[in-house]
Every structure is written in C-alpha cells, then in structure tokens.
C-alpha cells in the first residue's frame, strides 16, 4: 500500500517562501519518478516539478530559478522548496509518485499567495 501525505502549504504574502512537504510511505524502494503538481480553483492540474529516480529534474518554465524539488529523510520525503510566489500560483498543490506502471496520488495542500 503505498501513501503520499502532503503538507506545508498555506497562506503567505507575494515574494514570501514556503516548502512543501511529502510523506511516501510504501514501495520507496521502486519509485520510478516524483513529482509536484498544482490545481488553481477551477482550472486542469499542471505539472509543476518532477524528480527522476536518477536525480534529474524537470520544472515548468514559470517556476525555474525560484522552485525546487528534492528528497530527504532516507527518500521517504519530497519537498518543493517554492520561493518569491505570486498570486497566480495560488492553488492546491499534489505530489505523485509512479511506482511500476502505476501512480499514486496525495490529498493535496493548499497554497494561498495574497498580494
């Protein structure tokens, strides 16, 4: 049974940080990739970050040089470190793992950037 726990988002004002935070629990040992996605109200669900199991990485145009995706805690934790927000990137924030052929998904949290 694999599991995904986020938490960490919340509110803060424009141009402040926050980090989120993913608890994996299960099948760590076959991840294939990670990622981060996010879902304004209203909108379709857009890959923000994502982690390869080589370490490489990818991130959406808009968020490079300000956001980063890494895992700590022996794997078990993937973080996105989400610097200088802008209102527009207020949404629920995911993280999904692909263990195999399979992906699993966190209940989300909310990201709130006031201006």
């Known amino acids: 049974q694999v599991q995904l726990v986020e938490s960490g988002g919340g509110l803060v004002q424009t141009g402040e940080s926050l980090k989120l935070s993913c608890e994996v629990s299960?099948?760590?040992?076959?991840?294939?990739?990670l990622f981060w996605f996010r879902q304004p109200a209203g909108s379709q669900r857009d890959l923000v970050a994502r982690?390869?199991?080589?370490?490489?990485?990818y991130y959406l145009n808009s968020v490079k040089g300000r956001f980063a995706i890494y895992r700590a805690n022996a794997e078990k934790t993937l973080y996105l470190q989400m610097n200088n927000l802008k209102p527009e990137e207020t949404a629920v924030y995911y993280c999904?793992?692909?263990?195999?052929?399979?992906?699993?998904w966190g209940q989300g949290t909310q990201v709130t950037v006031s201006s």
């Open positions: 999904e793992t692909a263990i195999g052929d399979t992906y699993y």
């Open positions: 299960g099948d760590v040992l076959n991840i294939r990739a």
């Open positions: 982690l390869s199991d080589t370490g490489d990485t």
